[in-house]
């Protein structure tokens, strides 16, 4: 069965630093891979999505993310972050058909 | 363009009681799916569909029956509401499969 498993639930991380979120996926086949956001009452956003191509996929707000395969991993990163960055982030793996999320990521930012 | 409209955005239900929860879109989307969205577990996908006529089961299906009878609409039906549905849903559509999700505003829904 497709599944998404998310490590970190909470982050707490000072400006400037550097962040790296892990998630790991499930799934025998071709996979799309995406990250969302979810800022403080808002809806989803894409951060970023890889489907083909090169593995390291830049997204918006200098967000970034890696394809493993070898590791069914789709990190995402970002050098520098910005108490604007406080969030919950999602990673979501497309199998057949079905975008299936992981349990999400709080990040806090303290400035 | 509204995008996609979903209603209504806060309900509260007895159990054991039904009820339907709307959404439409309007970008002619194949892709269409209802999530649940509940603290520490993210988005769970309840059941979604790829076009017209077409529908099918994701993470946690049991409780809720859908269709697809036009391509702008798809409603979740809560056959007979229990606690254990309490949480916020978000009616979500995408163009093709490695495209971006449009999500609906969501639904507050309390069962007591």
């Known amino acids: 069965a497709q599944s998404v498993s998310q490590h970190n639930h909470h982050v707490i991380l000072s400006e400037a630093a550097s962040l790296e979120l892990g998630c790991n996926y499930s799934y025998g086949g071709t996979v799309n891979l995406f990250w969302y956001v979810q800022y403080p009452g808002q809806h989803l956003q894409l951060l970023l999505k890889?489907?083909?191509?090169?593995?390291l996929v830049k997204g918006i707000k200098g967000f970034e993310a890696e394809f493993i395969k070898s590791k069914f991993s789709f990190n995402l990163r970002k050098p520098s972050v910005q108490w604007s960055d406080t969030a919950e982030y999602f990673c979501?793996?497309?199998?057949?058909?079905?975008?299936?999320f992981g349990a999400g990521t709080r990040l806090a930012v303290h400035p | 363009n509204a995008g996609v409209t979903q209603t209504p955005k806060f309900q509260v239900l007895k159990t054991g009681q039904s009820m339907t929860l709307q959404c439409a879109q309007d970008m002619n989307h194949e892709y269409m799916s209802w999530y649940r969205q509940d603290p520490g577990m993210g988005l769970r996908l309840i059941h979604y569909?790829?076009?017209?006529?077409?529908?099918d089961q994701g993470e946690v299906p049991n409780g809720y029956n859908v269709s697809r009878s036009t391509t702008e609409d798809f409603p979740l039906r809560l056959l007979s509401a229990a606690p254990s549905q309490t949480s916020v849903y978000f009616c979500?559509?995408?163009?093709?499969?490695?495209?971006?999700?449009?999500f609906g505003s969501g639904t507050q829904l309390s069962v007591l």
């Open positions: 979500a559509s995408r163009r093709d499969r490695d495209e971006k999700l449009f």
């Open positions: 890889y489907f083909s191509g090169d593995p």
């Open positions: 569909s790829v076009g017209a006529g077409i529908t």
């Open positions: 979501a793996v497309n199998g057949y058909n079905k975008l299936i």
